[in-house]
């Protein structure tokens, strides 16, 4: 009787009612909840729950019951108002028509979180209404075209699939991509195949325009944080449009930006608008001072000014108009919308997911204010223990010029350049094989347990504790690699073939040197004590990269398997679909090196160096003003990479007797009789492999083929390149086979 009681329950929770959809996206936004946030409870995608607000799609069972009993509890707390009789947005055409946005708007919850921001690095903006009305057709000044009557034929091509669409009170997106034509007319592209007339005749009334009609934009990340400010991507012509040159001088690309006097310059200070300390460069923000909560902000990207570098774009800043913006509209919708190089938006990312801030409750006046969020980095910037600064920073003034630190005075946790001369077994053998790991650093960031606000304290002669972050002087020179724990047992291998995990050249230690905890804490995992002399530890930590190493792997393995590399493919159809796959649509695969360069380029900008003419060793320079400025949280990643990868080298080479011949960074080469990863990792016959090594996978931690050569091709590279003693690094060429010049490293 039970499981019919069990059946009935089941069939009505099937059909539990729904508010509308306005309704629904009304009571997330008041209890300030993402659309990540709510998918992360019910086990969706983003994409699914703007669909259910969007009115596209509706929830089946088993989320549609969760989704209503999350619905009715909102409701609860949040009564809907009364109805005023005024027309509301039909959200079933967000694309028909450009509607004008209110004067006054009232920011949305959270905003007060982040009301400490710099002008710098965050202008104000007015947060965007819940809906907005729609004017009648006849009042309509600026009407949207539909896609089919584009000019360009590569406008269809950016209504694919596979590209989100945007909603609610950014009904047009986060970005637009402006080109003129010879008529001086100039035409917005959007996500989507959106296509928008744009009306403004100069720069500062583009920017007018862009905030009053041109419903661009991106909701925030996290509750506490702030709505993404629009992007408008200039063409050349575009820039000629609005007097701005197509390309820079000479003088203007070293000084990366126009001068101050420029006449586009004048224009926007006539019209009481400001630009950041970085001028008018190719990624510029043009914002007004805060009122309150409002915020008034305008980014753009000039691509013929280099701002999108082909490292990280690759051939984007030659794309067609539309076909830029669904490059650019897929990035903004997966990651962030860009608001600098990869690297830059990368570190933004993470305090986009956690803010620094957030709004306390009610005072006895009813007036919230900011305070810290916990599990944050916070609002200030906190120092550096001395061992784990950079050369020439403030806390190491003290120091002699021209001082060199080693070892035992610096931290120096640095990704793997190892390489090794081919044994004679390995030199019978036909091909070398690379091997890749995906997402590398993002992997290692994921978990990694890092210090939060409180400044590093230092301690004696302390006890090793692998739960806690910070640098540890300790000699790890007795670790021997012949003789090492594996899996908890201990195991005999051959000396020499394996790089150190304590030393980014792989040669062993000598004495007492820093190391980060997780460096440290792979020595015991390999059966030996350790004996710390002093240590600097964190005593405030968490897992701070947790959500940016999500958002950024959901990023990538969504665009892969767009590209046709699902996540779960036998090893043998994995690379069969890694053939060829960017040429399935190589508007996304300039995504997918998008993604992968933010992952790198964010760890990076933990560390950024001081640059330009002028700065002098202990001084501070402009990125130590950031709270993100923490070069114990990227030795902490590169740490966990560093040791990851050795790990799964040990572990394979104490199951089949392989042994890598080159590491650099997160690829392997090793000799094999066939040219397959298949002919390096043994897979069984029930699709598994060796526990704890390589995995062929698109998921960030598994690995894809890198490239193979012959053995004879690596002995002549070895033979060109050696000299002095060093080992030419095989892996820096495996992917192509063209050596290019020394060996001097990346």
């Known amino acids: 009787m039970s499981e019919l009681f069990?059946?009935?329950d089941a069939l009505v929770a099937s059909r539990s009612p729904l508010p509308p959809a306005a309704e629904r996206r009304r009571l997330r936004q008041a209890h300030a909840l993402t659309l990540d946030e709510v998918?992360?409870?019910?086990?969706?995608?983003?994409?699914?729950?703007?669909?259910?607000?969007?009115?596209?799609?509706?929830?089946?069972?088993?989320?549609?019951?969760?989704?209503?009993?999350?619905?009715?509890?909102?409701?609860?707390?949040?009564?809907?108002?009364?109805?005023?009789?005024?027309?509301?947005?039909?959200?079933?055409a967000p694309q028909v028509f450009t509607a004008a946005m209110p004067a006054a708007q009232t920011p949305a919850p959270g905003a007060a979180g982040e009301a400490a921001a710099t002008a710098e690095a965050e202008p104000s903006r007015p947060a965007p209404p819940a809906a907005v009305a729609v004017p009648a057709a006849a009042s309509r000044p600026h009407a949207v075209r539909p896609p089919q009557t584009a000019r360009r034929p590569a406008a269809k091509k950016a209504a694919l699939a596979n590209t989100p669409t945007p909603g609610g009170a950014y009904a047009h997106g986060p970005l637009l991509v402006l080109d003129a034509d010879t008529a001086r007319h100039v035409t917005g592209y959007g996500i989507g195949g959106l296509i928008l007339d744009v009306p403004a005749k100069s720069l500062p009334a583009l920017a007018e325009w862009t905030l009053a009609e041109a419903q661009l934009g991106a909701e925030r990340l996290h509750g506490s944080g702030k709505d993404a400010d629009p992007l408008l991507v200039l063409t050349e012509a575009a820039c000629e449009r609005y007097g701005l040159p197509g390309r820079l001088s000479e003088t203007e690309r070293l000084a990366g930006r126009l001068p101050e006097g420029h006449k586009a310059i004048k224009q926007l200070e006539r019209?009481?608008?400001?630009?950041?300390?970085?001028?008018?460069?190719?990624?510029?923000?043009?914002?007004?001072?805060?009122?309150?909560?409002?915020r008034q902000c305008v980014q753009l990207c000039i691509p013929s000014w280099h701002a999108l570098d082909d490292r990280a774009w690759g051939h984007a800043a030659q794309l067609e108009p539309a076909e830029l913006a669904r490059v650019l509209g897929v990035y903004a919708q997966r990651v962030m919308t860009p608001v600098g190089s990869t690297a830059v938006t990368g570190l933004h990312l993470m305090t986009a997911l956690n803010p620094p801030t957030r709004a306390s409750d009610p005072d006895e006046t009813g007036r919230r204010h900011s305070e810290h969020r916990p599990g944050s980095l916070g609002a200030e910037p906190v120092d550096p223990a001395p061992c784990e600064a950079t050369d020439g920073h403030p806390v190491l003034a003290r120091l002699p010029r021209f001082h060199v630190r080693g070892p035992e005075e610096r931290l120096f946790e640095e990704a793997y350049d190892w390489a090794r001369d081919l044994t004679d077994t390995e030199c019978m053998r036909r091909h070398l094989v690379g091997i890749d790991v995906n997402l590398a650093f993002g992997a290692a960031a994921n978990g990694a347990v890092v210090g939060l606000a409180l400044p590093p304290a230092h301690v004696t002669d302390p006890v090793f504790d692998a739960a806690v972050p910070g640098s540890w002087l300790v000699d790890l020179s007795h670790v021997d690699l012949s003789r090492v724990k594996v899996a908890k047992q201990w195991r005999d291998l051959e000396?020499?073939?394996?790089?150190?995990p304590f030393t980014p050249t792989g040669e062993r230690p000598t004495g007492p040197a820093w190391y980060a905890t997780p460096t440290v804490a792979y020595a015991v995992e390999l059966g030996y004590d350790v004996a710390p002399v002093e240590a600097w530890v964190r005593p405030e930590s968490g897992r701070f990269l947790d959500g940016w190493y999500k958002r950024l792997r959901n990023a990538y393995v969504d665009t892969m398997t767009d590209l046709g590399v699902g996540e779960k493919l036998p090893p043998a159809g994995f690379l069969e679909a890694m053939g060829g796959y960017k040429s399935r649509d190589r508007e996304l695969g300039i995504v997918v090196d998008a993604i992968k360069m933010t992952v790198k380029g964010g760890i990076g900008k933990l560390q950024e160096k001081a640059r330009g003419g002028g700065?002098?060793?202990?001084?501070?320079?402009?990125?130590l003003a950031r709270p993100t400025w923490r070069p114990d949280i990227r030795a902490t990643v590169i740490s966990r990479a560093r040791t990851n990868m050795h790990r799964k080298m040990l572990n394979l080479a104490a199951a089949t007797g392989r042994y890598p011949v080159a590491v650099l960074s997160d690829c392997a080469v090793y000799a094999a009789d066939g040219p397959s990863p298949l002919d390096v990792l043994p897979y069984g016959s029930d699709g598994k492999t060796v526990p704890g090594s390589f995995?062929?996978?698109?998921?960030?931690?598994?690995?894809?083929?890198?490239?193979t050569q012959s053995v004879l091709w690596g002995a002549d590279v070895l033979e060109q390149l050696g000299a002095d003693g060093k080992v030419a690094n095989l892996a820096r060429y495996i992917k192509t086979g063209e050596v290019s010049g020394k060996d001097t490293g990346e």
């Open 6 to 8: 069990d059946a009935v």
């Open 39 to 92: 998918a992360a409870v019910l086990n969706v995608r983003r994409a699914t729950v703007g669909g259910w607000e969007s009115g596209k799609t509706e929830p089946r069972p088993p989320e549609r019951e969760a989704y209503a009993r999350l619905l009715k509890q909102l409701a609860q707390l949040y009564p809907a108002p009364e109805s005023t009789g005024a027309p509301q947005e039909d959200p079933a």
């Open 271 to 294: 019209a009481d608008w400001q630009l950041t300390k970085r001028g008018l460069g190719p990624w510029a923000r043009i914002y007004r001072p805060a009122q309150g909560s409002r």
């Open 495 to 500: 000396g020499g073939l394996l790089p150190s």
């Open 615 to 623: 700065w002098k060793p202990g001084q501070a320079w402009p990125a």
């Open 695 to 707: 995995r062929l996978g698109v998921s960030p931690g598994m690995v894809k083929h890198e490239g």
